[in-house]
């Protein structure tokens, strides 16, 4: 069997169009991700379904590396204990065993019920792109207000509730953290005999201690030691080898101390195999603010972390993720994942040639 090495998809797209995969093609990638397809199925999807998926990327000469996320509705109320989460989670079961038996090895998941939140979608950068950004003193004062959600709509936020009507909050952390515990310990057995590998997502925007709380429920995963904690719990499930990490190295950046998360996750989880694939972003502040932006002008440094992430053994896929809206681009953004992609294809080439 050919080693191997790291490598870079293209994704985050949620149908699978021939314009798609020829892009993939034309841009000189090797494999596809999707997020959140949109396939059939209100509570699970089906392995024919996904195996069609796998047809037409491998008849495009492409893999289908991975699929990030399921719909939130298919496992809201597992994140949050509430009654019908015992369901969800057998439903999740079958769409696990649906996922390894289409041939898809990665399927990538978050624990965030309420979803990711940006305060801006427009925010002006280089040359007048538009990026996401996120100002917690803006959810902070609309609260305050009792208007958050009314701000939100007005000002095109990302963000708001996303789980059962009937949900009552607050969900504090600890049960959050147990919540996640009996959730691991029921899918990550069924990955591990599925021979799908689990990957986490982190928190998006990371929410710090000791108020870890956005919109009512806590956040888990927004600093290093959330994730050697999600670490033990994998272990004790006796399936530890079927979970890693979906790093997204923005989120890291993201966090409180920038991109000292980025080297500390890498150095922690790179050596031990524990990174299914990287998303290969960044932003300019940490939390409480931030803006997303290019790469090479946030907050670490991509020729480093390309090469931390050589040297710590890493053999993933690396994806474009966010990425400026330029001028004339489409709503997927064709213009700024190509311009990211590119710019990854040379740091990459660069990391193969000072590794030789």
Not at 119 to 132: D, I
Not at 187 to 202: D, I, N, Q, S, T
Request: proline letters at 6%.
């Amino acid at each position: 069997m050919a080693e191997r090495k790291m490598r870079i998809a293209v994704g985050q797209f949620s149908e699978l169009t021939d314009e798609m995969l020829r892009f993939a093609v034309q841009i000189g990638v090797g494999g596809v991700q999707m997020n959140t397809p949109r396939l059939p199925g209100t509570t699970r999807w089906e392995e024919a379904v996904l195996r069609e998926l796998v047809r037409r990327c491998e008849a495009h000469g492409l893999t289908l590396e991975a699929i990030e996320n399921v719909p939130i509705h298919f496992y809201d109320r597992a994140m949050l204990g509430l009654p019908g989460g015992d369901e969800q989670i057998a439903n999740y079961q079958e769409t696990i065993r649906a996922v390894g038996a289409a041939g898809i090895p990665v399927l990538g998941y978050h624990f965030m019920p309420n979803g990711v939140w940006r305060t801006s979608r427009t925010t002006p950068s280089r040359g007048g792109v538009q990026v996401t950004s996120f100002d917690m003193a803006l959810v902070e004062a609309a609260e305050r207000d009792g208007n958050r959600d009314e701000t939100a709509r007005r000002d095109g936020w990302i963000n708001g509730f996303t789980g059962p009507g009937d949900t009552h909050g607050p969900f504090p952390a600890e049960a959050m953290w147990a919540n996640y515990e009996a959730f691991m310990r029921a899918v990550l057995p069924v990955a591990r005999e599925a021979g799908v590998v689990m990957a986490l997502h982190p928190d998006d925007p990371p929410m710090p201690a000791p108020l870890p709380m956005l919109g009512g429920v806590a956040r888990l995963f927004s600093d290093v030691d959330g994730f050697k904690r999600a670490e033990r719990i994998a272990e004790a499930s006796g399936a530890g080898d079927a979970w890693a990490l979906d790093l997204c190295l923005g989120c890291c950046s993201e966090m409180v101390g920038g991109a000292s998360n980025v080297t500390a996750m890498i150095e922690h989880f790179g050596p031990r195999g524990r990174i299914a694939y990287v998303h290969f972003r960044d932003v300019q502040g940490t939390m409480p603010a931030f803006q997303e932006c290019f790469l090479g002008e946030g907050n670490w440094d991509p020729v480093d972390v390309l090469l931390l992430l050589k040297r710590s053994g890493f053999n993933g896929f690396l994806l474009d993720d966010h990425v400026p809206h330029m001028d004339g681009d489409t709503p997927w953004n064709h213009r700024g994942r190509a311009q990211a992609i590119g710019y990854m294809q040379g740091l990459l080439a660069m990391a193969e040639r000072v590794a030789a």
